[in-house]
Structures are given as C-alpha cells and as structure tokens.
C-alpha cells in the first residue's frame, strides 16, 4: 500500500467517521439529559430523510426550507415521543425504557417505508460527485460537507450544556427525584433532549439520505453510531467527536489493508470489535463517566 | 394529658404559611404509611417533626413537595394549602414556584456536576444573571467551605459539605418555605451543630419558614419554635420545643433520658400513645 493511498484511506474514514458521529450526537444528547440510550435514533435518522425527501420531492419545496421544515418536525416529533411513550415510564425500571426505545426503532423501521415506499429515493443537496482532489488525495465531497456539519453540531453541543438550560439539563441526568425537588421540569428537561435528538436526526439524515439514498437502510446507520457512543462514552459530546474519528478511521484503514486479502466486508467486524473491546476494557468508553462512589 | 395540653398551647402566633389537615397517604394502594396527619408552619417559624424511622416523617414532607408520585404514593384524604393555596393539584416543580422547597433525605445532590453548577441547575430560568450572582454569593456566605471547592465534582465533596450544598441548592429557589429531611444524618456531631446553626441563621435573617424532620431530637428542640410528635403515621403531641423538651416522655424516650431503659415503662407508653392518637 502507498502512502498516498493510505493518507487518502484515513481522511476519508475520518470524515465518513465524523458523518457516524453526527448520528451518534443524538443518541448522546438525550443520554445526557435523559440517562437512557435511545435505540431509536437510527429511525429517527430515517424519519427524518423520509421527511425532508417528501417536502422536496414530493411537494416541490425548496431544499433549505424543507430542511427547515424537517428540523421543527423533528423536533415536535421528539416531544411528541417524551410525552406519549416516556412519561409513562417514569419509576419503571432502565431495561423497560431501552426495550420501549427499541420498539419505537422497529416500528419507525417499517412505518415510513410503508406510508413513503420502500425504493431507494435520492435526496440531492447540490454538493456535486466529483472529488475534491488535493495532491494526489480524492476527498469525497459530500462525506466533506457532512464532517463540517457534524463539527459544528458539536461545538454548539458542547456550548449549549454549558447554558443555563444545558447545565438544567445536566442535572437530570444525575437524579430525576432531586431536580424534581428544586423546580426543575423533569419532564420538559427529557422533552427538549429529545426534541434536539430530532434536530441532530435531520442533519444526519439529510446528508447520509444524500449519500446513499433514502430507505429503510439509513436506521442501520445506528450500528456505527451505538460503536462511536459507547467507545467515546455515552455521556460525552467530546466522545461523539473523538469516538467518531476513530471508529471512521479504523473501519476505512482496515478494510483498505484487509479486504482485498479476504474478500472484503471486514468493516462491520471492525465495528463489532469495537463495540466488544470497549465494553471488555473500559466499559464507560474514552470520556465517559464513572460513577462517583463515594457517598 | 400533658399531650392534649400541649396542643391547646399549638396555635402559631402568625398566619400559617403551610397547613396540613388530616392528610392520609397510601403507597401501591395498600400502604397506609401517614393516618390523618394535621400541621402547621407559621410565617418564619421553625417547625420540628421528629420521631423514629418509619414513623411517616419523610412521607409527610413528600406530600408536601409533590414527590409521592414516583414511589407510587397517594394522598387520599385530607388537605394541604400552603399561602392559603390547595398543593394537590400542583406537580412538583410548580410547587416549588409557590416558594416551597424539600431538602432530600440523604443529600442527593447532583454529583457529576460542581457545586456551581448545583447552584446554576436549581436557579429558575426566569431569573436573570444578577439576581443569582446575588443568590449564589449568598449561599457562599452561609457556607464559605462550598465557595472553596466550586470547582470540584460535588460527588466528591464530604458528608458535611454535601450536605451545606444540598441546602444551598434549595436556597437557590428563594424559598418561603425550606423543608428539611434529616440534616443530620450520618455526620459528626461538630457538623450537625455547624449545620443547625447556619439552619437558624437562615430562619432568622431570611425569615423563611422551616419544617425540620429529625431523629436526632435533642439537636432539633434546641433550635426548633414549636415541635410535633409523629409516631406510627400520627401525631402523638404536639407543642412548644421548649415544652416538649422538659416533657417526662420525650426525655425518656427521645432524648434519651436517665440513659437506662425501663421497658415496662415502653409498654405503659406506647400504649398510651396509641389511645391519645
């Protein structure tokens, strides 16, 4: 392998990586507020192409207004699931809610495809095919635009959960009973991080719907995402990012080194082993927190 | 009769902030942990409730902050107004609106985050930046250790300093009412004093209302106006701390008295007890 080809196998795995952790942002984001990890939110990615592929290709709406019509969707839709399915589950124990969250991705999973179809629809945002070239280097574009998309959603996570709101936010996640006991809102707290889970869906969906098409495979995009959040650690925006790039990283190099050896699709096992790693050797992932014991 | 007594001396000299009448609370339908409680705090008064584990303390303060729900608590019967407002129908974070707040058992303060943040969390976000600029120096003045150590994770503080945060979050909400929850539990004894008398303080300069709950009853009626007796769900006596304090019974029994146990006179008390309620 030359060295060429190996720097290209590593920015472009750093940014499909970043691409994973625009996915995984949502899942984090409710995970910090709420302390649940929503298996929903590769649906939710899906949901969100579906929506923003309806407004302009099926009715004809401009890109950026369906986009932003997507986002405020998203967003109802992410209050609209903390009040119909999670406040009903308050006092049941984590394992209930996880199931409820993996139920909602199953269900999302064959809903949107049956209302919109089942055949792959393209979604195109304008970035164009051809290849940024630097040197001898081809940068795919689009996976480009998306990584500068999934940096910016991180910096303004991170500034936001040092807000007021943010830090309201926060302290949920610690102990329900004792926000509940100093006026925070429990409930409206998980509402909005749901309702931001959405947010983060949109520009998921909008720029993996771009890449790959928009069907039901988007919600599998959950996989490398549930490897980015568990390696970075579930709490973490900084995780998300760091968590991201490795994950990209390791499942471009790899496969570039080993697929023509054997035959191709080591990617997902790269991705496994990620996931099985983690938990076997550092269970709260990179920047995750441990639990304080001292009482 | 030294109960009934006391009682007729009960009436707090100013308008009462917080008035229970005959409040029953069943847990999982079948629990009937408190049995017709009724209580009164007055305008910046400080209001002790002791008696012993299980007795219906905690249960009676949760009636209060809205927090039965989420162990599956209800209260069935009786009324509870606070500023001459029917609390049942409020959640939980709306009553804490109103100007009540509950300082949980056992601290709980929020751990990953510094106590600063503590602070930020319970701060409304209706207030402006001064005003919990202002809050916040003021909960370092009551408590100048937590000043020292804002910046470290809260879980990591001692018993003690979690404790000074746990009550300077409540602050944080401007409470007219504070309601405590065993302060003292599991700390040294400097500390339960250091503790209560920044309790005092605060019930003295802020004029806020407190309902104490404690086990550690010699410590509460050294500071508490007025003192209630919960025993088994009830109010079993009632009446001025002073009072309460140089009671026969409550010297034996709360506060530890001769320091030798004479069980037939635990008999011969109970048994009274459970006719006086």
């Known amino acids: 392998m030359t060295f060429t080809y190996f720097l290209e196998l590593l920015i472009n795995g750093a940014l499909t990586g970043l691409m994973y952790s625009l996915v995984a942002l949502g899942i984090v984001l409710i995970y910090k507020s709420a302390g649940v990890p929503n298996l929903a939110q590769g649906a939710m990615v899906m949901l969100a192409a579906y929506l923003a592929w309806m407004f302009t290709t099926m009715m004809g709406i401009p890109l950026y207004v369906s986009i932003a019509l997507s986002v405020v969707a998203m967003f109802l839709f992410g209050l609209l699931a903390e009040r119909v399915l999670l406040r009903r589950m308050v006092g049941q124990p984590i394992i209930m809610i996880v199931m409820l969250t993996l139920g909602l991705e199953i269900f999302l999973r064959g809903l949107a495809p049956g209302v919109l179809g089942s055949s792959p629809k393209s979604l195109e945002l304008g970035i164009g095919l051809a290849p940024l070239i630097v040197g001898d280097i081809f940068i795919n574009r689009a996976y480009l635009v998306g990584a500068i998309v999934a940096l910016v959603l991180i910096g303004l996570s991170l500034l936001f959960f040092r807000t007021h709101l943010g830090t309201k936010l926060r302290a949920v996640s610690d102990d329900h009973i004792s926000s509940w006991s100093v006026g925070i809102s429990v409930e409206r707290a998980i509402g909005i991080s749901w309702g931001l889970a959405g947010i983060s869906a949109v520009a998921a969906g909008v720029l993996w719907g771009s890449v790959q098409g928009v069907d039901w495979t988007l919600s599998s995009l959950l996989f490398p995402a549930i490897a980015v959040v568990i390696l970075g650690g579930l709490d973490s925006i900084w995780g998300v990012l760091v968590g991201g790039l490795i994950v990209g990283i390791l499942g471009s190099v790899i496969p570039g080194v080993l697929d023509p050896i054997v035959g191709g699709g080591t990617r997902n096992v790269v991705t496994s082993l990620v996931i099985l790693l983690t938990i076997l050797v550092r269970p709260h992932g990179i920047f995750g927190r441990e639990d304080i014991e001292r009482v | ?277």
Request: no cysteine; net charge negative; hydrophobic share 40%.
């Open chain 2, 1 to 277: 009769m030294e109960a009934q007594a006391a009682q007729g001396a009960s009436a707090p000299a100013t308008e009462p902030v917080l008035t229970l009448s005959n409040v029953e609370v069943v847990y999982d339908n079948v629990f009937l942990a408190i049995k017709g409680v009724s209580l009164e705090v007055g305008e910046g008064q400080m209001v002790a409730l002791l008696g012993g584990n299980g007795a219906g303390k905690s249960t009676t303060l949760k009636t209060v902050s809205g927090l039965l729900a989420p162990e599956r608590g209800e209260v069935t019967r009786g009324d509870v107004h606070f500023m001459g407002e029917n609390l049942l129908p409020l959640g939980a974070s709306a009553r804490v609106d109103r100007g009540l707040v509950h300082v949980l058992e056992g601290r709980r303060i929020f751990g990953h985050l510094t106590p600063e943040d503590n602070l930020l969390a319970a701060f409304s976000l209706k207030g402006d930046r001064r005003r919990y600029q202002q809050l916040r120096d003021q909960v370092f003045d009551y408590f100048p250790r937590l000043r020292e150590r804002s910046r470290t994770k809260a879980g990591y503080l001692s018993g003690g300093e979690q404790q000074m945060l746990a009550i300077g979050r409540a602050l944080m909400t401007e409470p007219r009412l504070i309601m405590l929850d065993e302060p003292s539990l599991g700390l040294a004894p400097v500390l339960v004093e250091e503790i209560f008398e920044i309790i005092k303080a605060i019930n003295a300069n802020e004029g806020m209302s407190v309902l104490l709950v404690e086990q550690n009853a010699a410590a509460a009626l050294e500071i508490a106006d007025h003192a209630y007796l919960v025993e088994n769900g009830h109010i079993v006596m009632s009446g001025e701390a002073e009072v309460l304090r140089s009671n026969p019974d409550v010297q034996e029994f709360y506060l530890g008295g001769s320091g030798k146990v004479d069980y037939h006179n635990v008999k011969h008390y109970r048994r009274r007890k459970r006719w006086l309620a």
